[in-house]
């Protein structure tokens, strides 16, 4: 098999994620650098210099004519994402986009669209999913470890800022949401979705807020955000017919622990469904296990993906869809506290109903 | 100040809890045990006899026309706290019952109208109120440490027997919600109530449940109850506008912290109310401090404070409305999840319509 | 194969450990307690009450005539543990001794020597040795699941009394040197003992201690106790050559954590072992597993182990020499500590010289 | 005031720790960062280019002669600092050296005394000192809140590599060592010490270690260090009279507790001196305390140090008999490690005769 040709980056934007971008592309086997790209020519220069010497663009235009950029990495603010990738990708550019895909999921449809039509990758940067203990956990489920998923639980507070211009559920969920999606089999789509907030100091907006998310077949996911909790806590529990998985990411010595403990649903099995109120439920009390995890940068395997998605002409394991499933749940929960926490059925993305 | 008089208490039901009131009141210096009531007179000879001997009763009726008895705590099936207790207090005397206080709301309105009329003590026996951590922590938020209640968070999980005859909420969700009525300045007054379950096993009731209790003022209360988690969490987390305080029930080196951390407030206070949304918010970050506390069995403290309320003529911190209260937020929270999650305003207690 | 006759136990001392012992045997399906044995009557009775029912003796002479007790159990201060048990052995009963075996090792070898010829179990109670954190690790270590014991490294520190008549070493060590006595393989057999020891306060004993015991082999173990601590560690830590294990017991979700990591010995071996110096060591970086452990009783395992040693007619799994080896270290110990902490080979126990 | 003269340092060394030194210096605003020395011309200029620009020096001589240079860095390998320091002295340049100060004692003295008759500063470079938890912990000793110190217990343990020149008392224990003699007031003085060492892989030198350090007074120190555990612990316990402090360096969300808990030593005061070993000993119960840190890197507040050391024309709070202090317990750990363990009196630096 020929070794893959070396693909050229830019990146868009050199503000806060896009250094970190720049850094990766520059860093992998798979990419070089072409340009960093900024109104802002100085912010651009010292990132393309940091990044050890790429080109310095200031006008999206001439960066997105230049024939020697194969994919545009987008890292600008939420509300510009849908214009400039819509640019890229009619540009003839592969596009991966900083999350959140789009300032909203009619946005995304189209930039889903778009891409499928031309035959480029579209690639949402979930940039937690590519941890060593994510891609762990969507391992063990794909294997069956857990069994089938009978709850999620998640949750994510420390002391935030309040953030100008969104919620705690914009600002922290989306984490939990992309991570959730990501290790579910064919993804998060509840049925609907149920969203209680919080503003105690009255700030205008929830600054602690709750999701509830029933799935098809009863499993349940809830996800917790707090921006006024002076410890810090990001632990996901995984709940299985055979497992239970937890994933708590400040416990660098043990992030991932599997326990083989639960219900015996061999026994709940074997009764008739209509009888299964009544079995008598037993408990098993089995081991602990803790798998080694390697030490990569997330943002070094995501890169690497973009690369093989490109190269293999598939969707890469995060792609637009993946993003547009996070900003329905996103946009459901905004529906869901405006309606006094009532449940909302996400929207589907345009995509499905096309492919079903 | 003379020394008070002992008072004599009778236990009704011997099964799993009446052994420990048994012992506690055969060990108070405040009490007396005069007899132990049960259908089994064997059982209930056993928990007299391991309380240092006391008379064995198997009639109601008879234990309850003895003049030597005080009081009675009931420790019987629920469903039977109603009529033993309505009975106890018609034969005059003080009544102190396990918790849930009554199998419904109704029933505990007229349980505490009995008593009002009779001018006798009800107690609810919230024993987890009389621990000490508990204890600390409603003399914390009493004393204002913690300023303004801004949300309360507790979670409540482990490996639990699913239960035959009530649901996640019933089960587990009580412990929590006494001590946060406890411990909340004028007991727990939501607003209303929404909870979401999920069956996932199809046992035919919730297995994991969260609760969402919205209080006047802004403040959220928040509980979460699973039954499928291999892992324990007793925590609960109480944000003011001050400090916040987290109590770890697993962490016996630890078990209070209180964090000098969060918004400041006084900032916030600085602008106009109107103008608060705009404001610039900062973050303290302070201290950590955990108060040394006492060992003590709460459910000695518990009988101490039925003698207490006894001989002073008031109402007992864990009084019977306490446990209305209770029974009022479960009730809504079952109606809340017939009705999918809809917010459900607890209905009033009764006597709270009158003395208003 | 016959069910195995009951035995019946005497229980000599109703003091602190009494109790237990006798709760334990009057439990056992294996025992039933005959007597409980005391110059306090009352106290004896209390005990024997509490046990379900015993005959009460106020004379050990008298007990000992008794030919319907098959073991005597001696819980009396450490100082009479000799004088007891060789009354006891040589009225043909079984023996088993509260730690320590006795109040120095010359004394432990007589009365291995006389149960020796008699034919009679002499028995250590190591309780800890029971636990069912301890057996495991005796298992795993026996399985060959650790490889080879390269150090022992065991913590037991806590706000402790100070005690009259003994220092840290005498007063805590011994559970850390029992424990590992018996997960070793062949017992704690040190090649020589250092003792530091620190009395900052003044009080006329070491409150603060470190053993270190060099094995034949190369491999160390180090015990550090202290009474002077404001936090409780309770965590002996097992390293091996081909996995770690550290037992922290004050941590119940997760009391035993087996590591497979570690420096790859495969790769040490294959080098001439004169140039393993050489040896580029590389490091394994694997799973963490933890066992499941089944909630016993220690006491109750302790005394089943002595019916059992009795009908098979072998030695207990802590036996006599077990208490001795025990001994004889702490007796070591404290030369050491004399000599500025100079390394004192510890005196080995007579039967070893005779068996050997 | 008028504001201090920036100053100029030059790095003589760009391998390991040299580029962390020269990003400090670069940041501060206290220093411009002169010159990067190194032999390899490429590696020095990687670094000046990375710190924002320096001139590269290849050599010693050059960079000495330079009259623009008021400071010299040194971080090349141990043996190698006493040379470049005595010439950086002797060429009027103020001195900072990665610890260890020198390959040993002796050369450490001859560093000292050329930096006193010249009236240079003379500084280790400590890093951990200047971490805001050893800050805060040095304060607090400093301020009375422990009262005297009665003993410390440090473990530093990790999973690490066989070093191919030092065991691991020379890797591991010089930051515990230099941390103590940070906090402790007056330095680490130890009248003695001991070390035991186990070598269990046959590596040739020990990789598993302990040391004792009785001090004055009856205080005593332990410092255990280990390359073979596959758990982490930086665990340093201050035991005082008044209070107890541990720092959990691996618990960023509580790195310090103060516990005030402990013997009650008025108590103990209360009685003359030669009944103490008599009194009845009582203890205190009292809270947790847990004080907020700044979040600071450490070799900037170093740098910082060192720039005013040289402005005040006084020590640096880890000057060059700090690093003394620390090389000559090193040495008397290795002459004990020779004698089996045997207490061995440090020799004394010669500053200190001198001084005395």
Redesign the interface.
Known sequence: MPEPRVLRAAVVGAGYWGPNLARNFAASERWELAAVCDLDAARAARVARASGGADVETSLDALLARDDVDAVAIATPARTHHAIAMAALRAGKHVVVEKPLAADAASADEMIAEARERGLVLMTDHTYCYTPAVLKIRELIEAGELG????V?SVRIN?G??QPDVDVFWDLAPHDLSIIDFVLPGGLRPRSV?A?????????KAC?G?L?L?LA????V?V?V?W?????IRRI?I?G?RR?L?WDD?NP??RL?V?????D?DQ?GAVP?DD??AAT?S?R????????LPEREALGQMVAELASAIHEGRAPLTDGRAGRRVLGVLEAASASLAA????VAPEQDRELEITA
Chains 1, 2, 3, 4 share one sequence.
């Not at 209680?196 to 205008?204: E, K, N, Q, R, T």
């Not at 006024?228 to 810090?232: Q, V």
């Not at 326990?259 to 219900?263: H, I, K, Q």
């Open positions: 089938e998923i009978l709850y639980d002391l800022l309040v149920a209680h907030g919080g503003d105690p100091l009255g700030a205008g602690v709750y509830f029933p077949g009863g499993a349940v809830n917790h707090n006024l909790s002076p410890t810090k529990a709940g017919s239970t937890v400040l010595q043990q622990s326990y083989d403990r639960g219900v649903l709940v469904a299964r109120r439920v408990y009390l089995g081991d602990t296990w803790s798998p080694a006094g926490g009532a449940l």
